[in-house]
């Protein structure tokens, strides 16, 4: 008897016309939206690499080095007085700040997630903090009560509870067998040896999209220590990078410290070039660390999401 093989047929050729229509609609909108996000960076990356005049001189977008590859601005940057303070106190404040955040979060989502009889109230109420705030004027009163004001404290403990994390994690603590932490509790484990020791170790993928997140704000963060902080010294990365983009006296100042002896216009050709490194040189960490903890992603917001 003769059998017949037919050839297996690829899934892109069993999809209909509006199904292929649709993928080529959708892949073409993301390769937009690509070039969008990707032209701007790219731009500033060039033009952070060109030679300062020359780059003063060209019209456009930057597609390449212009005037050839220099690093002369890398050079200025990098060792200005301003940089490498808030080079440091944005590194503490990122550090210190996620794991209080993490701390805080995490406990929160434990307490919400074993007290099963008030977790929906619970939740409920802290449900309404995320979409009405206090404002600004009384949380500036609360801080000053407190003695926060102007001290590296208040940098780490602005944020540091966040109520979208705590019913992440709660999710996630939520999918682990009740069993588990049972067992625990008969051999004699406390809530806090539970939570350290069971809880945080096998949800480590919610834990690091949460820890990168955290991050993220901690060193995008500027306007809290434009309203809370006074002394230079204790400013984040953030606020220098501001005052070079939007502040002309300040961009000028850091040139004067750059090129001693020059003219205004001679100066005034290299605040591109200064402008396009400083913001390289202040993105440039979460860019690099973006990657490789991109893969935690879906699958550390996708836990417990679906039971059963």
């Known amino acids: 008897m003769k059998t017949n093989y037919r050839k297996k047929t690829a899934p892109w050729l069993r999809r209909s016309k509006g199904e292929k229509a649709f993928t080529v609609f959708n892949v073409l909108i993301m390769l937009v939206l690509i070039a969008i996000t990707l032209l701007p960076m790219w731009h500033v990356f060039m033009g952070s690499l060109s030679d300062p005049v020359s780059l003063f001189l060209h019209h456009g977008v930057a597609l390449y080095p212009i005037g050839g590859i220099s690093l002369d601005m890398y050079k200025n940057v990098i060792t200005d007085n301003n940089f490498l303070t808030g080079y440091g106190n944005t590194i503490f404040y990122a550090v210190f700040g ?9 406990m929160g989502a ?4 074993r007290r099963r009889m008030l977790n929906n109230a619970l939740t409920t109420m802290l449900i309404i903090p995320m979409f009405f705030g206090g404002g600004l004027i009384p949380t500036y009163l609360v801080m000053r009560m407190l003695g926060l004001l102007y001290t590296r404290t208040i940098m780490i403990l602005m944020g540091s509870v966040s109520l979208y994390y705590i019913i992440v994690l709660r999710t996630a603590f939520s999918a682990l067998p009740d069993g588990l932490i049972e067992s625990a509790k008969i051999d004699g484990a406390g809530d806090f040896m539970v939570l350290f020791r069971i809880v945080l170790p096998l949800t480590k993928a919610t ?25 230079d010294s204790m400013m984040p990365l953030q606020i220098f990078l ?54 935690y992603f879906v699958k550390g917001v996708m836990i ?3 039971k059963g």
């Open 207 to 231: 834990l690091a999209v949460i820890g990168l997140f955290s991050v993220v704000g901690h060193w995008n963060s500027w306007y809290t220590a434009y309203i809370y902080l006074k002394d």
């Open 110 to 113: 434990y307490t919400l997630c």
């Open 98 to 106: 996620t794991l209080t955040t993490l701390l805080f979060c995490s």
């Open 242 to 295: 501001r005052r070079i983009l939007l502040e002309k006296t300040a961009t000028q100042q850091e040139l004067n410290n750059f090129m001693s002896g020059s003219s205004f216009y001679d100066s005034m050709m290299y605040v591109d070039a200064m402008q396009y490194t400083f913001a390289m040189v202040a993105t440039l960490p979460i860019l690099v660390a973006y990657p490789f903890v991109q893969r």
């Open 304 to 306: 417990g999401a679906i």
